[in-house]
């Protein structure tokens, strides 16, 4: 009776687990699709601040506080009058430290991403952070021993290849007025920021599993908390050294948005970016940090798609390519991950009716009838 409990309790996890991965998969997609449209529809309009943008990209954790609340409600709502306090935080200083570490180096990633976006079109921004995926992969074998299937190397070398294409028509993409240097500066910029980027996810990981507690979900939105605190206020200082403060309420009057307009986009910005983070760090929670290299990669062409619809960028036939590779690299991680998972239930199970068998060396000594 006890076993069935405990098998019950397991389904209803694995469960709880794949909502929160499509959840995490969701708020990605928003926030990689939607957050890079959103930030250089400020540097179009005449916005150039990129302290402020950089600062955007995690200055909405606020937002995180409420499903935190909304966790410790339920705990305390559930609680039974001999158990001990509720706790509002569950993260002990180790970890504590690690976020904030992984938080400062994500203000810089920041800063290096918003220069980038700054200087060149979402389609070029989209085609180098594809790059991002080798990063991540090469980092996530050195610090965490991820292995690699078959499929999933497919999968890496498809969005690279198709990265690599993107970049064959760059040139064309250039905007109006950019000089060399310019262009070349923020090029380099942006492939710093998926270099950096590209480690972050796998320490991410690396702190899950170093971490001397039991890693849940309410604790991981709460080390998301503290990494976009700490990266937050990485790219305040920078601010408060390049007089932002001052110079914001002057750059709002002078948009080409109008005055109300720029406020709205610089709030909305902080909060589809804190979408991004949020399915970044779920995603590594229910599954690894290569799978969210790898959804992140996948979702770039999409960010191209919708920069020629929005932004009226030129869509070459390299891009369509790319899309093609991008989908096809997608689908084969994900079937390499059920044809995996399958080979591992049906291992498990072999083992379990091995266990149950009689020994065949020690068969029982049945009665004669």
């Known amino acids: 009776m006890q076993m069935e409990t405990t098998d019950d309790e397991k ?10 991965l499509i959840l995490s998969c969701v708020l990605l997609t928003i926030g990689h699709c939607g957050g890079p449209l959103i930030m250089r529809l400020y540097f179009i309009h005449g916005g150039k601040r990129v302290w402020l943008s950089s600062m955007l990209l995690t200055g909405g954790f606020p937002i995180i506080l409420v499903p935190i609340a909304v966790a410790y409600y339920h705990r305390r709502k559930n609680q039974a009058p001999a158990d001990p306090p ?3 935080f569950f993260m002990k200083l180790p970890l504590f430290v690690a976020s904030a570490v992984i938080g400062v180096l994500t203000g810089l990633d920041d800063y290096i991403y918003a220069y980038g976006m700054a200087r060149l079109p979402v389609s070029t921004i989209a085609l180098i952070i594809a790059s991002q995926l080798a990063f991540t992969a090469l980092f996530a074998f050195i610090l965490v021993k991820q292995k690699f299937t078959s499929y999933s190397i497919n999968a890496v070398v498809l969005l690279t290849v198709g990265a690599a294409i993107l970049g064959l028509n760059t040139s064309g993409d250039r905007p109006k007025g950019e000089s060399n240097v310019q262009y070349t500066v923020g090029f380099l910029m942006t492939v710093a920021a998926a270099a950096l980027y590209g480690l972050v996810l796998p320490l991410v990981e690396l702190m899950y599993k170093k971490a001397k507690q039991n890693i ?12 976009c605190l700490f990266a937050t206020i990485f790219c305040t200082v920078g601010m408060l050294v390049n007089n932002d403060f001052k110079i914001i309420p002057r750059e709002a009057k002078k948009s080409e948005l109008g005055e109300t307009t720029y406020y709205v986009v610089l709030v909305a910005s902080a909060i589809i970016w804190q979408g991004f983070y949020l399915g970044v760090i779920g995603i590594i929670f229910c599954a690894s940090s290569l799978l969210s290299g790898i959804v992140i990669a996948v979702l770039l062409p ?32 994900f079937y390499g991950e059920i044809k995996h998972s399958k080979e591992r239930k049906e ?23």
Do not use: C
């Open 11 to 20: 389904r209803k996890a694995a469960a709880m687990k794949r909502f929160l």
């Open 86 to 88: 509720t706790k509002l």
């Open 216 to 227: 849940t979900y309410a604790l991981v939105l709460e080390i998301q908390l503290v990494m």
């Open 302 to 333: 999409i960010t191209e798609i919708l920069a020629v619809i929005f932004y009226h960028e030129k869509f070459h036939a390299e891009k369509g390519v790319s899309l093609v590779l991008s989908l096809w690299g997608f689908v084969s991680y």
């Open 347 to 369: 291992i498990k199970e072999k083992e379990n009716n091995k266990d149950s068998t009689p020994d065949a060396e020690n068969p029982q000594i049945l009665p004669n009838p």
